[in-house]
């Protein structure tokens, strides 16, 4: 089966910052593995669903997590009716095929997981297939990107430097005030005032990152309470549904950012 489902045809919206565009390009015409820092809800997703539209190259996107082994990565043998018959993980086939291999929050698979990759990320792009005995060449098309989120570290939560050294990295962060919230009120449809004062209440929450709060307000959480105003709820109960009862259960921290909405509405 071809990878012409994991194409991308119409062009996703990405407001650029900086210049990760064409340094991401720079790395892709040489297939330099890339890792995508910043905090949820930043964009870092919408930016490579972005490239892989730019380069017309197909996006195998895997979401990581705790449970996530090797198998679920490069494959593993099946029974079916006519016998055991082996079936390629999404890394495998972007790897035979030739497409972008998208990462996702790579930090919360576990480290046993992630050290298949190595072997892809240097001179050698390789993939060995032990359970099948198969040593798979990369296409000379693929592309390993990889998502991380540096505030997650901790003791059990992290990448190994071995893992790091072999990537090449772009920092995401929020946009300033202005950018975001022209973001806001063309992903949400609000008009710019709303976006803007989105964007203010958003900062307060941020600003509560380390006091309380692991994550403030994320511009994907923004969005999402746009859209809820943008169908009539009111600026407080979008804000509650959106912004303030996903990210904590605290009581004193609801209360300070209900006041934070109330003192920007």
Known sequence: MSLDAY?????????????????????????????????????????????AWRLGKPLVTVSCHEDMTASDLVGRYLLEAEGTVWQDGPLTRAVREGAICY????????????????????????????????????????????????????VLKDLKESTKQRFCAIDFTYPDAATEAAIVARESGVDAATAAILIRIAARSRNLKGSG?????????????GKLMARG?????????????????????RDALSNAIAACA
Not at 23 to 48: N, S, V, W, Y
Not at 213 to 225: C, F, Q
């Open 103 to 154: 990462l996702d929050e790579i930090v919360e698979a576990r480290q046993d997981t992630t050290v298949v990759i190595h072997s892809l990320t240097d001179d050698r792009r390789i993939l060995p297939l032990e359970k099948k005995g198969e040593l798979v060449t990369a296409h000379p098309d693929f592309h390993l990107v990889i998502s991380y989120n540096p505030g997650y570290q901790s």
């Open 7 to 51: 194409r991308i045809e119409t062009e996703p919206f990405f407001h650029a910052v900086g210049n990760e565009i064409a340094q991401f390009e720079a790395a892709h015409a040489d297939r330099l593995p890339m890792m995508l820092k910043g905090p949820t809800g930043c964009g870092k997703t919408r930016f490579i669903e972005h490239m």
């Open 213 to 225: 709060l692991d994550e403030g307000a994320s511009t994907r959480m923004v969005i999402n309470a």
């Open 233 to 253: 709820v009111t600026l407080g109960e979008a804000c509650r549904i959106a912004l303030v009862q996903p990210i904590t259960d605290d009581p004193d921290i």
